[in-house]
């Protein structure tokens, strides 16, 4: 719930600025996190449920790229 949290915080912070899941990863767990930023896409899919689809719409996925708050 933290790291979902930080993740929605971070993106939240930079309005219309696209992220890829490894600079999503290395801002909210830190450079020298040990893992997969491959989990990103789990938290942002758990955050997604927890949000509703009202403010869901806000996180938004750029095919090929990452994600954004818009």
């Excluded at 930079?14 to 020298?32: A, L, T």
């Excluded at 896409?41 to 994600?67: F, M």
Aim: aromatic fraction near 10%.
């Amino acid at each position: 719930v933290r790291r979902e949290f930080d993740i929605v915080e971070f993106l939240s912070q930079n309005p219309g600025m696209v992220f890829d899941r490894e600079r999503i990863y290395e801002c909210v767990w830190g450079i020298d996190g040990e893992g997969d930023s491959a989990v990103i896409s789990e938290h942002v899919r758990r955050i997604r449920a927890k949000l509703g689809p009202e403010l869901a719409q806000h996180l938004e996925t750029v095919r090929g790229v990452g994600y954004l708050w818009n």
